[in-house]
């Protein structure tokens, strides 16, 4: 890679999380004390109508953000180039296969990350989350092939829409794929109830929870990919 090639990449990176952070902050507000409430009601940001609690959501690859929409929208502009419907299924990964080796080489700080095939930096990367939000993980092309090996399932990751998340803090580790907008919930979720230096009670309670929620929803990838 020519230097500028690799100066772009760079630039491509620092933007996305830039983006991520962004994105984050937008994620579910502190319910500490003082807090402000919560609106009740969240809006469709294509025609505004309010949406429930529970609704889709949509990439829009020009600005590069994530959309709230209603099922009118998202039926009407699915076929939108503009507009991209983030992933669709949560699969449980109960057979994943990561050793130690293979992790670290993905140098990660803590055991909780989530990896996306991303056509911004035409690459994988990968976040975790931290107190500022999410932090980036220069990955390279050897460490995520090495994992593609051991779990053929992720190459059909669908890029931009899709993310693997992966919980090596909890025994068993747990992995999925789950929609993109899930993964920013997360990152938010994290920053809003970080404390401290380890992240307290983000660490603790919100991820166990986050990942329940996950569980609950989705469907065992070996039952349903033989
Ligand atoms: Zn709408
Ligand atoms: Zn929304």
């Not at 992966?166 to 920053?191: E, F, M, T």
Request: hydrophobic share 40%; with cysteine.
């Amino acid at each position: 890679m020519s230097n500028l090639d690799a100066m772009v990449a760079a630039r491509k990176r620092a933007e996305m999380v830039a983006r991520m952070r962004n994105l984050a902050k937008a994620g579910p507000p502190s319910r500490g004390a003082g807090a402000p409430p919560r609106s009740s009601q969240e809006r469709c940001d294509i025609c505004h109508t309010t949406v429930p609690e529970d609704h889709r959501h949509m990439l829009h690859l020009v600005d590069r953000r994530i959309v709230c929409s209603c099922e009118a929208c998202w039926a009407l502009y699915s076929g939108n180039p503009e507009y991209r419907p983030t992933g669709m299924r949560t699969l449980w990964l109960d057979q994943f296969e990561c050793d130690e080796p293979t992790w670290a080489g993905f140098r990660i700080p803590i055991g909780l990350a989530f990896f996306m095939r991303s056509t911004v930096t035409e690459s994988v990367v990968a976040f975790y989350p931290s107190p500022v939000g999410a932090t980036e993980s220069e990955l390279t092309l050897e460490s995520w092939d090495a994992l593609v090996a051991c779990n053929p399932v992720l190459e059909h990751l669908d890029t931009d829409a899709e993310a693997l998340v992966a919980n090596r803090l909890s025994d068993p580790a747990q992995y999925a794929i789950v929609p993109i907008d899930h993964c920013y919930a997360l990152v938010g979720l994290i920053k809003s109830r970080w404390e401290g230096i380890s992240g307290g009670s983000a660490i603790e309670q919100a991820v166990p929870e986050f990942f329940a929620g996950i569980r609950a929803r989705s469907v065992n990838a070996s039952e349903v990919l033989r």
